[in-house]
């Protein structure tokens, strides 16, 4: 290899790693978004509403706490085990906290209004979102698993931000959601893909109940054929 060529393929991997380290600041930024104070005179207001839409709101809360409660859990778990290494398993401890901020955050709105929150999860079996990550024992399935995760956390968001009436309440769901495409790209950057294909499907499009197995069964095809 020619010189030329070995600083090239030094320059981009140079790149890649600035371009994950800036996507995991600004992940970091956003997952600050959804803080108590922003959220608590939101949630007076939903306390006012006693109609069809108050429940509505109320319902989309929880559905985003058990979401943030079952992925907090999922990047504890990766964290604290032995199959991540590296750049993944910084990444996962890093998202771990951001997951477990939303989700505090969204709790302590919602039991401001004297609702209680849905229960954290102790184990990933039983928790729908969490579908195939007992099985994910390479890191790449893992990964895979953490991308059709990010996936599904961006479809909650799309479906349950539009329920949302309190302006900063709806801000803060949407800050949250678009964190999760951060994430998203993170996790495809480290697992290789093109940049290209990032985005290729479409969200509202998608069955995406089935991502997370679909992108574990490509990881594991990946494998075998590697």
């Given amino acids: 290899m020619s010189g030329a060529q070995e600083s090239g393929r030094v320059d981009a991997s140079a790149h890649e ?7 995991l600041a600004r992940g970091a930024w956003l997952a600050g ?3 108590l104070p922003a959220l608590l005179g939101p949630a007076r207001a939903l306390a006012q509403d006693d109609g069809e839409e108050g429940d509505a709101q109320i319902e989309a809360l929880r559905r985003m706490i058990s979401a943030e409660q079952a992925s907090a859990l999922a990047y504890r ?7 991540l290494r590296g750049e993944a398993k910084a990444l996962a401890e890093e998202l771990r906290g951001a997951e477990d901020a939303h989700a505090k955050a969204f709790t302590a709105a919602l ?3 004297g609702f209680e929150a849905p229960e954290a999860p102790d184990s990933p079996a039983g928790v729908e979102l969490l579908e195939g990550f007992e099985e994910a024992d390479s890191e790449r399935k893992l990964i895979g698993f953490f991308v059709g995760l990010e996936l599904q956390l961006m479809s ?8 949302l009436e309190a302006e900063d309440l709806r801000r ?5 959601g678009a964190s999760h495409g951060e994430h998203l790209v993170a996790w495809r950057l480290l697992r290789g893909d093109a940049p290209a294909d990032f985005f290729k499907g479409k969200a509202g499009s998608l069955d995406l109940s089935e991502v997370t197995q679909q992108e574990t069964a490509a990881g594991d095809g990946d494998e075998n054929g590697g």
């Fill in 77 to 83: 778990q990766a964290a604290e085990g032995d199959v």
């Fill in 172 to 176: 803060s769901a949407g800050q949250v």
């Fill in 156 to 163: 909650i968001y799309l479906a349950v931000t539009g329920k």
């Fill in 111 to 113: 039991e401001q209004i």
């Fill in 17 to 23: 790693a600035l371009r994950r380290r800036a996507l």
């Fill in 33 to 35: 978004a959804a803080t």
